[in-house]
């Protein structure tokens, strides 16, 4: 199996440093022109099935992608959401938090923590992983989930999770599964948009 993550492209919330979590954000021009570059760059690959976050930034980014692909059936799913940050979407982060907990286990009020979205997406991982077995899939998320899904493959625990957060919009990770052997060709890659 040929697995390719990407993250969605830019959006306005991005630009201010406000908390999306759930917040169904739009992508700026930018944004939408980093989803065309992603998307050129992965023209020439078959993707067989495609599995993205039902909101519209990362499904925009996916569409993108996929009209170099029609015939790829796209499947939007809650799973692949980015964390819900409860009473803080909207809000501008701060620079600095002083937690007490491990950040993986901070969840702001009518929120969620970062170990929950592990455990929804670390077994729809494994259950696409024995689906798509010979096959090439695409997954277009979020920093959060994104990197639970990369720490996972990299046979890391949460706890180290922050060193596989995608820092640039679009950014890709390509990697290959045969059966229990996993190679990484590219990690959070960003060249497409230089």
């Known amino acids: ?20 979590g759930h917040l169904n954000s739009q992508l700026t021009p930018n944004g939408l022109e980093q989803s065309k570059n992603i998307a050129e760059k992965l023209k020439n690959i078959k993707i067989d099935c495609a599995y993205s976050s039902d909101l519209d ?20 799913t809650k799973i692949l959401r980015e964390q819900s940050k409860g009473v803080l979407e909207g809000k501008i982060k701060l620079k600095k938090s002083n937690l007490e907990i491990p950040n993986y286990n901070f969840k702001p009020r009518s929120g969620e923590s970062l170990s929950e979205v592990w455990d929804k997406v670390i077994p729809f991982l494994e ?27 990299n046979n890391e625990t949460l706890e180290n999770q922050k060193k596989y957060l995608p820092s640039g919009n679009t950014a890709i990770s390509t990697i290959n599964i045969n059966n229990k052997k996993i190679v990484f060709e590219t990690l959070n890659c960003c060249q497409h948009l230089d």
């Open 57 to 76: 930034r990362a499904l925009d980014t996916c569409k993108e992608i996929l009209k170099f692909h029609p015939e790829t059936n796209l499947i939007p």
């Open 127 to 153: 259950k696409i992983k024995n689906e798509y077995k010979n096959k090439t899939l695409l997954i277009v998320s979020h920093r959060g989930p994104i990197s639970c899904l990369l720490t996972h493959l």
């Open 1 to 20: 199996m040929k697995l390719i993550i990407v993250r969605h492209g830019e959006t306005f919330e991005n630009i201010k440093g406000i908390f999306q």
